[in-house]
């Protein structure tokens, strides 16, 4: 028993810490956005709450695997994460990050993908797009179903691919801040990056925000890599509720994409 409830009390304790850190990023992103843009959010309190609450939930499923394997990496070496640079080659630090976001970002576009069929959007990915418009608090708003998808990823990777306790660390923190940052209405990186050759690969509030705005495009996570390879990349959203919104996106976007997906969003949502 005493083995149980060393195990629970660190699934406890992670739980709290992915609760926390949801409340501190979120919490910081959307004071900044009502100082940038005053208003942005106004008449969205009602959703606000709906997605901490949905959040909230989603840390517990993130935060109970993530602390049993804790638990075990630090009682019986379960995981292949090591806190000695030197185990493995200096260029394997930066490497490692490299390979979990990729590893991550096809996960999640092809779940993110599957999660717009029909029946599994009304199911569980429905509550995420509830959010219209996005805010810096639904980054987790999930189903409990979508959740388990997102939850096992760090786990597995882990088990398997070994990395170094601070490049796992840099891993979460990309996860974390690039989470929020796509869905709270506003473009953060400056748009020599966005619009410029880096931004034809990585993924931004930009990017994602015209996947909330036609629902059938843009799945990625990170990286525009998959959507480029299957032709589900649609180019930028705007932001039509402040000045920085290109408006150009939105009537790009109205005579292209993918009908299929974009009349399932609507119907289902």
Do not use: K
């Amino acid at each position: 028993m005493t083995i149980f409830f060393a195990a629970l009390i660190s699934m406890l304790a992670m739980t709290a810490i992915v609760g926390l850190r949801y409340l501190a990023v979120s919490g910081a992103f959307a004071w900044l956005t009502r100082r940038r843009f005053p208003g942005l959010y106004a008449g969205l309190d009602p959703q606000i709450r709906r997605e901490i609450g949905w959040s909230l939930a989603s840390a517990a499923i993130y935060g109970f695997p993530a602390g049993l394997l804790a638990w075990g990496w630090q009682e019986h070496g379960w995981t292949r994460v090591y806190t000695d640079a030197g185990d493995y080659p200096l260029w394997w630090l930066p490497a490692s990050v490299l390979v979990y976001l990729l590893l991550h970002d096809a996960w999640f576009y092809w779940t993110h993908r599957w999660m717009h069929r029909p029946r599994w959007f009304r199911i569980a990915h429905a509550v995420h797009h509830a959010s219209r418009p996005p805010t810096a608090w639904a980054a987790m708003s999930f189903h409990p179903v979508e959740a388990l998808t997102g939850a096992v990823v760090i786990p597995v990777l882990v088990l398997t691919i070994p990395i170094h306790v601070g490049a796992l660390m840099a891993v979460l923190l990309v996860m974390t801040v690039m989470g929020v940052t796509n869905h709270m209405g506003w473009e953060l990186f400056p748009s020599r990056l966005v619009e410029g050759p880096a931004g034809a690969w990585l993924i931004t509030a930009s990017h994602h925000q015209r996947h909330h705005q036609q629902y059938g495009c843009n799945y990625g996570l990170y990286f525009r890599l998959w959507d480029r390879l299957c032709g589900t990349d649609r180019g930028l959203g705007s932001f039509a509720a402040h000045p920085r919104g290109d408006r150009r996106g939105d009537d790009a976007g109205r005579s292209s994409g993918d009908g299929g997906d974009r009349d399932l969003g609507r119907r289902a949502a």
